[in-house]
């Protein structure tokens, strides 16, 4: 039996899908791999909902208020970093939403360059600048239909205040 220490944790994340008139919103960042494209999307913090979470990063990655709609899905990936010896699993809680007008003086997240408007055609031919392969598979799920209600989602008020158990 292995100790907490040891447990396996993968890391949680939240996602934008964003579409207007048929463009995504998308971030192109620095990462140790290059310039990469990415959904607008982040770590989940602690004490932080998904929705909380997701609004959070899409405004902090693209200067933009993101009201989510639905949840797109659960995603799970792998990702080996040999430069760093990491070997990250990622799981993924994609939404879709809309997001206002940029706002005027906010500046992007450390690490984010800029962002980027594309077709699902551009998305699919810059697929090897991809940040994971989650960006395309979200919009690609978006574009299919797919859409759960965000109340599929449930978070327990001891998030915000945890219960103490005693022995």
Same mark, same amino acid.
């Given at each position: ?62 200067? $933009? /208020?993101?009201? +989510?709609?639905? =949840? ?8 080996? &970093?040999?430069?760093? @010896? *990491? ?41 090897? $600048? /991809?940040?994971? +392969?989650?960006? =395309? ?8 239909? &797919?859409?759960?209600? @965000? *109340? ?16």
């Amino acid at each position: 039996m292995s100790n907490n220490s040891e447990r396996w944790k993968p890391a949680v994340t939240v996602a934008a899908v964003i579409e207007d008139r048929g463009r995504f919103l998308l971030v192109e960042e620095e990462t140790p791999e290059g310039l990469q494209l990415n959904n607008p999307a982040g770590h989940l913090d602690p004490g932080e909902s998904p929705l909380q979470a997701v609004v959070r990063e899409a405004l902090e990655e693209t200067a $933009r /208020h993101f009201v +989510p709609e639905a =949840l797109l899905g659960i995603y799970m990936a792998r990702f080996l &970093r040999p430069a760093r @010896l *990491e070997d990250v699993t990622y799981v993924r809680l994609a939404f879709t939403g809309t997001v206002g007008e940029a706002i005027a003086g906010q500046a992007l997240d450390r690490g984010i360059v800029r962002t980027v408007w594309m077709t699902v055609d551009e998305l699919r031919a810059s697929a090897p $600048r /991809h940040r994971s +392969p989650l960006v =395309l598979r979200c919009v690609e799920d978006h574009l299919s239909g &797919r859409r759960l209600p @965000l *109340e599929a989602i449930q978070v327990d008020a001891s998030l915000y205040a945890p219960l103490i158990k005693s022995n």
